[in-house]
């Protein structure tokens, strides 16, 4: 869950800070099981597939890491999209480890909600930047 403030995003100078669209980015680590073969396993249920899936989260491995829930979903029909000229607000979470989201053929414009505190000053004009594990 990302929770921005109640009163908006600001620039860090005070300034309401206003977007033409806005598109959430959830990162996700997933813990399958493997039988003795390698092959990832299949169970009826949830409560069937706790005992195990607990043993592989214990290593801290993820078997899988994807975007918004499965892989593609921010591929193809489901791509991100802006005009030019259009100001987006991307959100973007990473709940267990760092993350550095890079934009290719531009620069974000305000880097809000740095180490976790939308209180913190904007970073600016960046390509990539730095997520922490458990920050947005």
Request: glycine content about 14%; hydrophobic content about 35%; charged content about 25%.
């Amino acid at each position: 869950i990302m929770v921005l403030p109640r009163e908006g995003l600001t620039d860090g100078k005070g300034k309401q800070v206003k977007y033409d669209r806005a598109y959430y980015i959830g990162e996700f680590d997933l813990y399958v099981p493997r039988d003795e073969k390698g092959n990832f396993k299949a169970y009826d249920s949830p409560g069937e597939a706790y005992n195990d899936t607990v043993e592989v989260m214990r290593k801290l491995t993820p078997t899988h890491v994807v975007f918004n829930g499965k892989v593609g979903a921010l591929t193809g029909k489901n791509a991100l999209t802006a005009k030019v000229g259009e100001t987006v607000l991307i959100v973007h979470s990473q709940a267990n480890r760092d993350s550095r989201p890079h934009l290719i053929g531009g620069a974000w414009r305000l880097c809000l909600g740095r180490a976790g505190k939308f209180s913190n000053p904007p970073e600016t004009g960046l390509e990539t930047w730095f997520i922490r594990g458990g920050s947005g």
